[in-house]
């Protein structure tokens, strides 16, 4: 048995079981894949893949047992060079933060100046993405540290942390009716157009539920991955928007009214996450402290420590 074989069974669950892009993923053949999944079966003795001819469908049982326990040894050999770099190399290398277009463009700024000063020599690769996307370059280990509103909280294998709570605010043009109420209601909104967020991001399943429950249809004419977006159709008069307030700037939004909605809208909680047993530079727990303060080293690394299963360790 042998890394390159843990890293063939790997590629070939996250390739849906095609070999020729499992090669293309690792720099090699596909006679040469198939060829280090037939040794390991023999060394093992079991059937790791269902096959029809000489075509993979799945996972056999001892598979699916296998991929567990080679995902879990192949983030360990990564952390076994993070480890060596972090006592080596203690203020260089690299920090991959993983967010959506809000995060990055509204909440992260100082965070990430911040860290720059006190870091200058690691390089921080911001990368935006969706929020399934976000998960998925966790899970691959290709990002440290992933910050999102949606779909964190639901993976077993993903640590989460609470960063800040908020809450929708609309959007109006500058001497737009809804200023005038006394008190803005959900009935209210929903006889303008609405311009919003796209399924899926900032916490767009709030709004909906939020008019599900008062039994109305909104008039969603328009939706956007991020705020910026929403603010520019405000601005034509193409609808009232509802967007994360911390995306409002009023010196640099003159045109634009932000009304507060938390009697209608329903809390968010803005989450950081991390992968289990993934291991973190020093300077990577800096920067999630530097998001939220009680967010130590101590307390991050207690709860990303790795379950251990029948005496793996």
């Known amino acids: ?12 669950v996250r390739q849906n079981f095609n070999l020729t892009e499992v090669a293309n993923a690792l720099f090699t053949s596909q006679p040469g894949v198939s060829k280090h999944i037939k040794d390991l079966e023999d060394e093992l003795g079991v059937e790791l893949f269902i096959r029809r001819g000489k075509r993979l469908l799945g996972l056999t ?10 995902e879990r040894m192949l983030l360990d050999a990564r952390n076994i060079k993070k480890l060596a770099d972090q006592f080596t190399q203690r203020d260089q290398g690299q920090l991959t933060v993983v967010t959506t277009h809000t995060q990055a463009r509204y909440a992260l700024p100082q965070v990430v100046t911040q ?26 280990g290709d ?27 609309v ?27 796209h399924a899926g991001f900032t916490g767009r399943a709030k709004i909906d539920k939020a008019f599900s429950t008062a039994g109305l249809s909104p ?44 009697h209608i809208f329903s809390r968010n909680t803005t989450l ?16 999630i ?10 307390n991050v690394r207690a709860a990303i420590a790795p379950h251990r299963e029948n005496g793996y360790d």
């Not at 870091?119 to 921080?124: Q, T, W």
């Not at 500058?174 to 157009?193: K, N, R, V």
């Open 289 to 298: 402290e530097l998001c939220a303060k009680e967010l130590t080293e101590t």
């Open 171 to 197: 959007l109006v043009p500058a001497g737009h009716p809804l200023l005038d109420l006394p008190s803005l209601t959900i009935e209210a909104l929903a006889e303008y157009p609405l311009i919003t967020y």
């Open 115 to 140: 860290f720059k000063q006190e870091y200058p020599k690691v390089h921080l690769a911001l990368h935006q993405g969706s929020p399934q996307e976000i998960v998925q370059q966790l899970l691959s």
């Open 61 to 70: 049982e001892p598979g699916k047992e296998l991929v567990v326990i080679v």
């Open 272 to 287: 950081i996450a991390v992968r289990r047993g993934h291991y973190l530079r020093g300077y990577a727990y800096r920067f």
């Open 219 to 262: 008039d969603i004419v328009m939706s956007a991955l991020d705020a910026d977006v929403i603010k520019s159709y405000v601005e034509l008069g193409l609808g009232i928007g509802i967007i994360a307030p911390g995306a409002f700037n009023p010196e640099k939004d003159q045109d634009l009214r932000l009304i507060d909605a938390s």
């Open 143 to 169: 990002a440290d540290i992933g910050i999102a509103t949606e779909s964190l909280a639901g993976e077993t294998e993903l640590v989460t942390f609470p960063y800040y709570d908020w809450h929708h605010a």
């Open 1 to 12: 048995m042998n890394f390159q074989q843990l890293r063939i069974v790997r590629e070939t």
